[in-house]
C-alpha cells in the first residue's frame, strides 16, 4: 500500500471516530392519560391509596403495627378544587385499603401526606401528534393536549420519606383552574 493511501485511511478512521456531540433520538411512541372529571380523580386517588399499602406493607412487617396516615390539608390546598375533592377520595380510598387515617398529628409515629400539583403549560395549543408512525401538526386540535398536570404525592414519617410518587396527566387549558389556585391578576387596557 502507497504511504499517501495509508496515511488518508488512516485520517479517515481518525475522523470518523471524532464526534463531539450525541445524536438526537426520539423517544419510543407511549400514551398518557387525561384528568377531565373527578371520576379520573377518584381512580387516581385509589392507584395512590393502593401503591401506598403495598409500601406500608413492605415497611411494616413482622406483626409491626402499622401508624396511621394524617392528609395534610393547608389553607392552600382548600382553595384548589383538584386538592380538595382528592383529599377526600383519598380518605376514602385509604380507609377501604385498611390504612388508618387521623384527623390530628398529636398520635405518635404517625405519617403525613402532602398531595401536590403543579401545572405544565404548553407553549402551544398544537402539539406535535404521532398517528400511526406520521407526525401531524395542527391536526385534530380538540384531542390534542394543552397541558399536563404532575401530582406529586409524598409520605413522610419524621424527617424519613417512606413513599413518594409522581403521576403526570394530560389536561386541556380549559380546566387549567381546577388545579392551580385561584387569584390571577387580568388587566384591563384602554380604559
Not at 155 to 177: H, L, W
Request: hydrophobic letters at 40%; one cysteine or more.
Amino acid at each position: 500500500m502507497k504511504p499517501y493511501a495509508l496515511m488518508l485511511l488512516i485520517a479517515l478512521f481518525a475522523v470518523s471516530g471524532c464526534r463531539s456531540f450525541p445524536a438526537p433520538t426520539h423517544h419510543a411512541y407511549t400514551t398518557q392519560q387525561e384528568l377531565l372529571s373527578a371520576y379520573h380523580w377518584d381512580v387516581l386517588a385509589e392507584h395512590i391509596a393502593v401503591q401506598l399499602r403495598q409500601t406500608l406493607d413492605l415497611t411494616f412487617v413482622d406483626g409491626a403495627i402499622r401508624p396511621a396516615v394524617f392528609l395534610r390539608h393547608t389553607v392552600d390546598s382548600e382553595k384548589i378544587p383538584f386538592l380538595n375533592g382528592l383529599h377526600s377520595q383519598l380518605r376514602t380510598r385509604l380507609l377501604q385499603q385498611g390504612i388508618n387515617v387521623v384527623t390530628d398529628t398529636q398520635y405518635a409515629d404517625t405519617l403525613i401526606m402532602d398531595v401536590k400539583a403543579q401545572v405544565v403549560e404548553h407553549a402551544s395549543p398544537y402539539s406535535e401528534v404521532r398517528r400511526g408512525g406520521r407526525v401531524c401538526f395542527n391536526c385534530a386540535p380538540s384531542r390534542v393536549p394543552y397541558g399536563e398536570v404532575i401530582v406529586s404525592t409524598a409520605v413522610t414519617m419524621g424527617p424519613q420519606y417512606i413513599f413518594s410518587s409522581e403521576d403526570v396527566f394530560y389536561t386541556r387549558a380549559i380546566d387549567f383552574d381546577f388545579y392551580e389556585q385561584p387569584g390571577k391578576v387580568y388587566q384591563v387596557v384602554n380604559q
